[in-house]
């Protein structure tokens, strides 16, 4: 860091930075893929799966009944959740597709509103973390940006994905996007 002004700065620390304080969309990147509601209810399969998100369509809509008393201005609101089978998240979803060297592991990878209703919580972002934590070491160990992983060293990938960075003697449960037989029925 050779910012001029460093040593006044040296001892501040940073506390907040949402654009808006508790929103979940705080911040809308775009990566290659943009995941959609359609992809998760008609359980669209990529070639280029990831971590997995388990949890309901989960939406927030203002409280009719506190509209009615505070139109503009409701502070309470109403939970709509639609159930969804366990859905892998693509790759492409997971790098800026306009700036080279991002990743995006939280609530902000490339998803469209009603998809951030599964992937936003805690588990699916702490899986994509991990995810993006091993496709970081390939990007280092070749010397490529995130783009690149996908068309280059996604077997790559896989290979850690599948070891994982967690105790090794744990049964996999994570087989569910394996096979024909245990998706969706239509």
Not at 2 to 19: F, M, P
Not at 140 to 152: D, L
């Amino acid at each position: 860091n050779s910012y001029s002004l460093k040593e006044k700065y040296t001892n501040r620390s940073l506390k907040w930075v949402a654009c808006i304080a508790g929103k979940r969309e705080s911040r809308r990147l775009i990566g290659d893929h943009i995941l959609t509601e359609n992809d998760l209810v008609d359980f669209v399969k990529y070639p280029d799966a990831t971590g997995s998100t388990t949890w309901t369509i989960d939406l927030h809509y203002p409280d009719p009944d506190n509209t009615a008393h505070f139109p503009g201005k409701e502070f309470k609101s109403i939970c709509e959740m639609k159930k969804i089978h366990p859905y892998p998240v693509p790759y492409r979803c997971l790098y800026s597709r306009n700036i080279d060297n991002l990743f995006m592991a939280g609530r902000n990878i490339s998803v469209t509103h009603v998809a951030l209703g599964t992937v936003r919580v805690m588990r699916t972002t702490g899986i994509l973390g991990e995810v993006i934590g091993m496709a970081a070491s390939l990007c280092k160990q070749n010397g490529v940006s995130p783009r690149a992983i996908y068309p280059s060293y996604f077997d790559k990938l896989k290979v850690l994905m599948e070891k994982g960075i967690s105790k090794s003697k744990l049964p996999n449960n994570q087989m569910y996007n394996q096979g024909e037989t245990l998706g969706p029925k239509k």
